[in-house]
């Protein structure tokens, strides 16, 4: 019987080809009998052969081999490098004065790296866009039912007029097709998109799955994963279907007593797809002394610095990580600023409830953007297309309140009243702040009312969150991430909730917070918070 053919056969030994496998050498991979052990190792007297019994083979580590030094292997790692290096390069000048650590000693670290990525593209990314797929493919099948009730109506209401009006049935018809064609070719697109997200995503399974059980590091540090790019989710298109508005037979034009249809609309902006994961347990990462008596906003600079401003005219800039004043700039007025915002330049800005204008610090030098009359600036935000959200209200008897939007100097929009023309926000106090969702949603606190108002990118009212019922609420500052979430701080409660784009509870943020008042999120999801009583802005993360 051919050892070498036979799948019934046992395993033999790679030198000698006969006798029965008893040990395996794992630095060569090759199988051995105890006759050949020392034949095995005689050729390189000076190379270090791992031989372990048969039976537990692979369960030493494969070391990569220096790509300096090719002979030799790489047992330990350089942090200032970030490589695994050999003895030789330990040795030089090339690595004098850095510090190492054993490489096995970052191999479980690695392993659980790649488990974990692993588990969130199985369990969370890739289940996240076949239920966004399912969602397109539901919406185009009732778009076909939706455009055959359309049609059918058409043809109905054609039917009781004259053999005349037929061309002009057909052409509304035709119409009616087109923008049929239009919307589901739109779909098409966006499901051939997401669909081949999902077949990357299963390349990256794939990938792991590969290299997550094994031990060959050069293996497992050729890894590159990049979950960010699908973490960042596509948008959600809302289609809305034309009506048919039949016209009554009269003595009118045929076109009339055929009626219209109305427009059709396919968006992405009301509504956004949200990853399907829990919140992790909040962690306080980090805690910055201010030295005001009392703080009251942040904003980001950057992933590495924040503005702050409390009871006093200057705004202070911090090192996040060294929690050290890196300059100050004082309100040309002299006043407490009562909001403050950074622009997707970097320009600071911040709302004078004294002089009743909204400015910007460019340059080190400061610029009234925006001088209001009879109307007086709280909050302000910066938006995703470089607007500016304003809350106001007014400084008459007759109190009202409302958010604008501002090109520059130039006032776009304003938004106050519901569609019956009710009040959205209250009409007395001082504490109110926007902010702008990722679905372009407008968030606003308004801490009379102890509610939250949002209104979508129009100004149509979607929903209003008045906190749980067990607890007085009692919002300040209020941000959103990339998630979509809302959050705004509790002052009197000592917390921070979180509510999704529809206004549905999620959780609490606690974290050993005092009086909370300002918040604001950097580019990775790090909740800041400006704690009122205690002038401390502590660092949390809430996110995977």
Not at 339 to 360: E, F, P, R
Not at 397 to 403: A, E, F, G, R, Y
Request: net charge neutral.
């Amino acid at each position: 019987m051919d050892p070498h053919t036979s799948a019934q056969d046992v395993s033999r030994c790679d030198l000698c080809e006969t006798a029965v496998v008893q040990m395996h050498c794992d630095t060569c991979l090759v199988n051995l009998c105890m006759a050949c052990v020392g034949d095995h190792m005689m050729p390189d007297q000076f190379k270090k052969h791992e031989i372990v019994p048969f039976q537990l083979r692979k369960s030493t580590p494969l070391y990569p081999r220096c790509t300096t030094h090719s002979k030799e292997r790489c047992e330990m790692y350089c942090y200032q490098c970030d490589i695994s290096v050999c003895n030789t390069c330990i040795a030089s000048d090339h690595h004098l004065g850095h510090k190492f650590i054993t490489i096995l000693q970052i191999l479980d670290e690695k392993k659980n790296k790649i488990i974990k990525a692993h588990t969130e593209l199985k369990e969370t990314i890739y289940p996240t866009y076949q239920d966004i797929a399912s969602d397109v493919q539901n919406r185009m099948s009732q778009l076909e039912k939706e455009y055959g009730d359309l049609s059918t109506a058409i043809t109905k209401h054609g039917e009781d007029l004259h053999r005349e009006i037929d061309k002009l049935v057909k052409k509304l018809k035709a119409e009616v097709d087109e923008m049929k064609n239009t919307q589901l070719q739109t779909l098409q697109k966006h499901l051939d998109e997401i669909n081949k997200k999902i077949f990357d995503i299963e390349d990256e399974i794939d990938a792991v799955n590969a290299t997550k059980d094994s031990n060959d590091l050069s293996k497992l540090f050729s890894v590159k994963l990049s979950l960010d790019k699908y973490k960042k989710l596509p948008p959600k298109i809302v289609s809305c279907t034309p009506k048919f508005m039949p016209g009554k037979v009269q003595e009118k034009e045929l076109h009339d007593m055929i009626g219209a249809v109305t427009p059709s609309s396919l968006t992405s902006g009301d509504y956004c797809y949200s990853m399907k994961f829990s919140l992790p347990e909040p962690e306080s990462v980090t805690t910055i002394y201010t030295g005001y008596r009392y703080l009251y906003n942040v904003a980001c600079l950057n992933d590495e610095e924040i503005w702050t401003s409390g009871d006093d005219n200057t705004m202070k800039l911090f090192s996040i990580n060294q929690g050290s004043l890196l300059k100050s700039i004082t309100a040309k007025s002299g006043k407490i600023p009562c909001d403050i915002a950074v622009t997707k330049s970097g320009d600071l800005v911040y709302t004078d409830y004294h002089k009743k204008s909204v400015n910007i610090v460019k340059n080190k030098k400061t610029e009234k953007m925006i001088k209001l009359q009879n109307w007086i600036p709280l909050g302000v935000c910066n938006t995703s297309s470089l607007d500016l959200l304003v809350i106001m209200y007014s400084d008459d008897d007759n109190k009202q309140t409302k958010v604008v939007r501002y090109s520059g100097s130039t006032e776009k929009q304003t938004i106050q009243f519901d569609d019956k023309g009710k009040p959205l926000y209250s009409s007395s106090g001082y504490y109110r702040y926007v902010a702008e969702n990722r679905n372009l949603d407008i968030c606003v606190s308004d801490s009379h009312a102890r509610e939250v108002v949002v209104v979508n990118q129009a100004g149509i009212l979607r929903f209003v969150y008045t906190g749980e019922q067990n607890k007085s609420f009692c919002p300040r500052g209020i941000t959103t991430d990339s998630q979509s979430h809302i959050l705004t701080a509790d002052i009197y409660n000592d917390c921070i909730h979180i509510i999704d784009q529809d206004g549905q509870f999620i959780r609490y943020i606690e974290c050993a917070l005092k009086n909370p008042y300002g918040l604001c999120i950097d580019t990775n999801d790090n909740l800041f918070v400006a704690q009122y009583r205690n002038i401390q802005v502590k660092k949390i993360k809430y996110l995977q």
